[in-house]
């Protein structure tokens, strides 16, 4: 977090992220983010759920219409 701090301001810049992103390991972002299949994402949301979440924010990276049809089913 450290390294992560030193190089970031505050807002960011696209460099700073870029420098900074390197220092993000990979199971970091797999614990705080729903990704993936359509299905894999529910139960990641389920998941935060039934951990105490009660207001999950959905932001889609891609297709915005996948991810409102995946939880409007709910």
């Given at each position: 977090m450290k390294?992560?701090?030193?190089?970031?301001?505050?807002?960011?810049?696209?460099?700073?992220?870029?420098?900074?992103?390197?220092?993000?390991?990979?199971?970091?972002?797999?614990?705080?983010?729903?990704?993936?299949?359509?299905?894999?994402?529910?139960?990641?949301?389920?998941?935060?759920?039934?951990?105490?979440c009660t207001?999950?924010?959905?932001y889609p990276?891609?297709?915005?219409?996948?991810?409102?049809?995946?939880?409007?089913?709910?």
């Amino acid at each position: 977090m450290k390294q992560i701090q030193s190089i970031l301001g505050w807002p960011a810049t696209k460099e700073q992220i870029q420098q900074a992103k390197k220092f993000v390991p990979d199971d970091l972002v797999e614990r705080i983010t729903a990704s993936g299949s359509p299905d894999a994402v529910h139960a990641k949301v389920q998941e935060y759920r039934n951990h105490g979440c009660t207001c999950p924010i959905l932001y889609p990276l891609g297709d915005a219409r996948l991810m409102i049809d995946t939880f409007a089913q709910n």
